[in-house]
């Protein structure tokens, strides 16, 4: 048996994983010549996606605690995204959510938007890719894999399917204008 097959840092669940985690960021990157519906119509299948393969990996230990990921994505780089999604939604892009952790101390929803959902999670998953790929041993994508899959049980899962349900809410009401 080959090392990779052995070593769950090359398995089946997690290459999909990162092969998807690629996917949604080169998609954001390159979002600025999409119309809107392409954009929402793109994401309201990737994002399910996205959410399947995170939640199929089971949870990983951090193996080295000196060793953190590192954090590949530039505070331009999350901007870029931000701006160009935000353009994108436009007068869509607020949403009120009830799943913040700020909504503990509030009677009423709290206005976000999508493009500052879809920013966040792009960080998280762009971190985690850059850092699998430049990985130099398997110790370090171990960390990454604890890291994304710690991130997606606290932080930008919920986000995911907060934004999700934004997303088709503007999916469907768009429809049914044209």
């Known amino acids: 048996m080959k090392k990779e097959e052995k070593s769950p840092v090359y398995g089946r669940d997690v290459m999909e994983l990162v092969t998807v985690a690629v996917e949604y960021c080169v998609f954001l990157e390159q979002s600025q010549e999409r119309t809107r519906m392409e954009f929402v119509d793109t994401l309201a299948k990737m994002l399910p996606l ?81 850092t699998y790929k430049n990985a130099v041993d398997e110790m370090q994508m171990m960390n990454a894999l604890a890291t994304v899959k710690e991130g997606f049980q606290y932080s930008w899962g919920q986000k995911l399917v907060n934004v999700l349900r934004a997303l088709h809410e503007v999916r469907y009401a768009e429809e049914e204008e044209y």
């Open 50 to 130: 996205l959410y399947l393969k995170a939640a199929l990996l089971p949870k990983y230990e951090i193996l080295d605690e000196s060793y953190y990921p590192e954090d590949f994505v530039t505070e331009e780089n999350y901007e870029i995204v931000l701006t160009n999604a935000s353009g994108l939604m436009a007068e869509k892009d607020d949403y009120l959510d009830v799943f913040m952790e700020d909504m503990k101390y509030s009677d009423t929803p709290i206005l976000t938007t999508i493009s500052e959902n879809l920013a966040d999670i792009y960080q998280e998953v762009k971190n985690f890719a850059l």
